[in-house]
Nanobody, 126 residues
């Protein structure tokens, strides 16, 4: 059974930092591209970052470039999203996700993913 379990959500002040982690199990983790998505209130789910199965290439949404960094640890079957210089507009539910094909590059569409984590809330507020 594929499982994606996130940790690290919470409340942070604007300008602060948070780190999200996602522990994967139930599939050959190193064979799959992974992604981080978020859904803000009243908005559609959007891709924040994704990383190829090789870990070499990455994608970042325009709104988070230069502030967020995604990396993967294949030995531990985890992905991490380091979020710096957080803004109030980063408030959302964040999801980790597994790509629907093996050996893929970083993908940014919801339809490219078929497994999702539970989605911890991140609130950026003073």
């Amino acid at each position: 059974e594929v499982q994606l379990v996130e940790s690290g959500g919470g409340l942070v002040q604007p300008g602060g930092s948070l780190r999200l982690s996602c522990a994967a199990s139930g599939f050959p983790f190193s064979n799959y591209a992974m992604g981080w998505f978020r859904r803000a209130p009243g908005k559609e789910r959007e891709c924040v970052a994704s990383i190829a199965w090789t870990g070499i290439t990455e994608y970042y949404g325009e709104s988070v470039k230069g502030r967020f960094t995604m990396f993967r640890d294949n030995a531990k079957s985890t992905i991490t999203l380091q979020m710096n210089s957080l803004k109030t507009e980063d408030t959302a539910v964040y999801y980790c996700a597994r790509n629907n094909r093996e050996c893929g590059g970083p993908k940014a569409k919801v339809g490219d993913y078929n497994y999702w984590g539970q989605g911890p809330q991140i609130t950026v507020s003073s």
